[in-house]
């Protein structure tokens, strides 16, 4: 049963069953893994009877996977709607570090939102760790619409580059993107006092102008 995306909070008995599902599936799965959240504390978390689980979801397994897919919507309508967002505002034909700092600020948006932050980033860890979503799940829902969406826009931003060297250069750029999430995540845990500031706002201007530079480059390699 695919649960498209909802806004989350606190699982409160006015909210549909499956919305506190999970909502409380979430928590207990960031916190304690996949295996360490059984169906009764999930079920009880949630204010529901255990069959709820299987009358839903059809189990643990498809539960979690659900977990993952409301996140996952949520991660691609945002990007979505701020790639359309830049191409509406410049009429088709927007500047190429506009359209990598709209598209990164999106990007980073759920790691920051201090109401989805730390359940986001512990699934994030666990998932990595423990793979229990199939990777066809973040293919489908998320990968391919943004590749997708974001290489038309690429090629409105910069005319010159080659379509063939836009996939690699989104990964790129996410991989950057992430990688500053992380970066933020470790300083918010240290007390080290002579840790450098990390201000993420600039951490993400540097990355528009070091991409925009590059993307720029393979571009007139191409008219060369």
Not at 77 to 103: C, H, M, T, W, Y
Not at 203 to 221: M, Q
Request: hydrophobic share 45%; glycine share 6%; with cysteine.
């Amino acid at each position: 049963m695919a649960i498209s995306g909802q806004k989350q909070g606190n699982s409160g008995p006015d909210k549909p069953v499956q919305d506190r599902l999970l909502d409380a599936a979430e928590q207990l799965f960031a916190e304690n893994g996949f295996d360490g959240a059984s169906v009764r504390d999930i079920a009880s978390a949630a204010g529901c009877n255990i069959a709820a689980v299987n009358y839903y979801f059809g189990g643990k397994d498809k539960l979690y996977t659900e977990v993952w897919r409301r996140q996952l919507v949520q991660m691609r309508d945002a990007r979505l709607q701020a790639i359309e967002q830049v191409l509406s505002e410049s009429n088709g034909k927007p500047s190429l570090e506009d359209l990598l700092k709209s598209f990164a600020n999106a990007f980073i948006g759920p790691f920051v939102d201090e109401s989805r932050s730390r359940w986001l980033m512990r699934l994030m860890a666990r998932e990595m760790i423990d793979q229990h979503v199939h990777v066809n799940v973040f293919v489908e829902e998320v990968i391919k619409p943004t590749m997708s969406a974001m290489g038309g826009a690429l090629m409105k931003a910069c005319p010159g580059l080659e379509e063939s060297k836009i996939p690699l250069l989104i990964f790129f750029l996410a991989g950057q993107l992430i990688h500053i999430v992380h970066i933020k995540a470790m300083y918010e845990q240290t007390e080290m006092a002579e840790m450098p500031a990390f201000d993420l706002t600039d951490a993400v201007e540097n990355i528009v102008k070091f991409s925009a530079a590059g993307i720029r480059a393979y571009a007139e390699e191409k008219t060369e």
